[in-house]
């Protein structure tokens, strides 16, 4: 059964791209509800409380880190439909490695998060934002970045699994929103009253937009982030993908 | 072994404090269709979803194909085909796309899993789909695709749980003479239904099942036979006459149906039943609009077995 691992896995994965060739335009607002969110904050609310430099340069890595955390969204949606469509029981009353329904999903998920992350760094370039310290320096926080979604990943996953009903996905697609803006994405945790200022510092997803920054040369960014923008996600993941897991597996119960 | 693909002794499940199956047992002869009848919630769907490795036992021996499904349980994945409740399938992908998707799955190889996509299509009479998605498919060609789909590897044993749930009587005469054409090719099927007539029509042997055990098995005319050989029906023209038809007939256990204006009662002779019936009627002046001779009809036997008598109302 392992020896077909990783057939399996590609096959799931291509799976999701054939799914993205019937239906383009899904694939394309996805990619456009970020970039949206990007201009209605930078242009329109006009926030950016406690910045002190251009809100442009603040606000951008702020919104990738953002649009990692609304992942989480998409990929409990897609289980849940998965979960409730009987497609799910075929897979598993067939001779296949089980987990690959899993990987295909983590595989195709982060692909539409990288793609994300290239459209929205481009939009961000034709809005006149110049992020320093070169092509390393992006390709570290783009790493981070997707560090943090593959948490966001697994969280999704585990949801569905465990709510796995369709009102639930409503519930928590409401509940990331609050929870995606207690973080330092669109303004800085000194210019909150004190108590929502710790919490938003301790946000894991603050941690990630903060080292992004850092990396990417924003000015007037506190550095020393990287690790918890490394150790945050790999402790999520410590809990949930094992829990993810085990869960699917008892779906025989 | 070599003669029987599916053997349960004594399985049990129980959800929470509700025992979905309550030792079932189950013997089904290799190359035959069996059919297993009951009520919504009588535990068939749990029996499906165990003996296709999707539900451990709680308890018991469950062995499909000569392989045990909670411990050898990728053997027996080799070797079944699963037609759910549901379809099965992928909604967004189209009828070719999900048959090579799952061929592949079967590590049946690209080139292997085109081809026999091919001539699935074909067989189930779906080349002219084209691109469409399964959404947008009729509920007919969605159970004929989900069919294809759990015949990829021409299973040694097929499951069918409630096949025809929902379909039109057109969509439901297609499914079975797709099931009738599987048998021919030595599958042996187990189907699951509510349906008395598809058991009838489709099962060489018959499992009654209700609250998680088998309450009789046999064959159609063999459960026919247990309650109680022929019946006589007499339809009347009006109901209101029906009381008075009960007492005065020379008829035991007589059951009334209000709404078909209809009584029907065992007998053992049937030429003296009928001709006494007749008289009977005539000399009270109760005017009927049928007299029948007959065997019992399946729905009987099962509302005789479950005591389920909410449609049959025994009269005093």
Do not use: C
């Not at chain 1, 946000?203 to 937009?209: C, I, K």
């Not at chain 2, 013997?27 to 009951?38: K, N």
């Not at chain 2, 109901?239 to 008829?251: D, H, N, S, T, Y």
């Not at chain 2, 209809?262 to 007299?291: F, N, Q, W, Y």
């Amino acid at each position: 059964m392992t020896a077909y691992a990783l057939t399996d896995s590609w096959t799931m994965t291509r799976r999701e791209l054939a799914r993205w060739g019937r239906q383009p335009v899904q694939l394309v607002v996805n990619l456009i509800f970020p970039v949206m969110l990007l201009l209605m904050f930078g242009y329109l609310v006009g926030g950016g409380r406690g910045v002190s430099g251009e809100y442009r340069d603040y606000l951008i890595p702020g919104m990738l880190a953002l649009t990692m955390a609304f992942g989480l969204e998409g990929t409990m949606l897609a289980v849940t439909q998965d979960l409730n469509k009987g497609v799910i029981d075929r897979f598993r009353s067939m001779p296949m490695a089980n987990g690959a329904v899993l990987v295909g999903r983590s595989a195709a998920d982060m692909l539409q998060s990288a793609l994300a992350l290239v459209v929205l760094i481009g939009v961000g370039a034709a809005l006149g934002w110049r992020p320093g310290g070169g092509p390393t320096a992006l390709l570290g926080a783009m790493g981070l970045l997707l560090l943090f979604r593959f948490a966001m990943l697994w969280i999704g996953i585990h949801l569905a699994l465990v709510a796995g009903r369709p009102e639930m996905v409503q519930a928590v697609q409401i509940l990331v929103w609050p929870v995606g803006f207690l973080s330092n994405a669109l303004a800085t945790p000194g210019s909150m009253p004190g108590w929502l200022g710790t919490a938003v510092e301790w946000n894991p997803m603050s941690h990630t937009a903060t080292a992004v920054r850092d990396l990417l040369g924003v000015p007037g960014t506190e550095s020393g982030h990287t690790w918890a923008a490394i150790i945050w996600p790999l402790a999520l993941l410590a809990v949930f993908f094992p829990l993810a897991v085990r869960r699917f597996a008892r779906l025989s119960r | 072994m070599a003669d029987t693909a599916i053997t349960v002794e004594g399985a049990e499940k129980t959800y929470g404090d509700k025992k979905a199956l309550d030792g079932l047992d189950l013997t089904v002869a290799r190359g035959t269709v069996h059919g297993v009848l009951g009520p919504n919630g009588a535990g068939k769907t749990t029996l499906v979803r165990v003996l296709s490795t999707l539900l451990r036992p709680d308890a018991g021996r469950v062995e499909v194909a000569g392989h045990d499904v909670v411990r050898e349980a990728y053997a027996v994945r080799l070797r079944i085909g699963l037609l759910g409740q549901h379809a099965a399938l992928d909604e967004e992908l189209g009828g070719r796309q999900n048959l090579e998707l799952f061929g592949r799955l079967h590590h049946l190889g690209a080139r292997r899993a085109r081809a026999r996509a091919g001539e699935l299509l074909e067989r189930f009479d779906l080349t002219d789909t084209g691109r469409k998605a399964v959404r947008q498919y009729s509920g007919g060609m969605r159970r004929r695709l989900d069919l294809a789909a759990s015949l990829i590897t021409e299973p040694e044993v097929l499951f069918l749980d409630e096949p025809t749930t929902g379909l039109d009587p057109r969509g439901r005469a297609e499914v079975w003479a797709s099931v009738r054409s599987l048998v021919g090719g030595g599958t042996t099927v187990l189907l699951t239904t509510q349906y008395l007539e598809e058991a009838d029509q489709l099962a060489d042997r018959i499992s009654v099942v209700d609250a998680g055990r088998v309450i009789a098995e046999g064959t159609a005319d063999e459960l026919k036979a247990e309650t109680g050989g022929d019946r006589i029906d007499v339809t009347l023209r009006h109901a209101g006459q029906l009381g008075a038809a009960v007492a005065l007939l020379p008829l035991t256990g007589v059951s009334v149906d209000a709404d078909r204006r209809l009584l029907s009662a065992p007998v053992t002779d049937r030429m003296e039943a009928l001709s006494g019936v007749v008289r009977a009627l005539k000399e009270a002046g109760i005017e009927a609009e049928d007299v029948a001779l007959r065997r019992p009809t399946l729905d009987e036997v099962f509302l005789h077995l479950t005591g389920d008598d909410r449609r049959v109302k025994e009269a005093a």
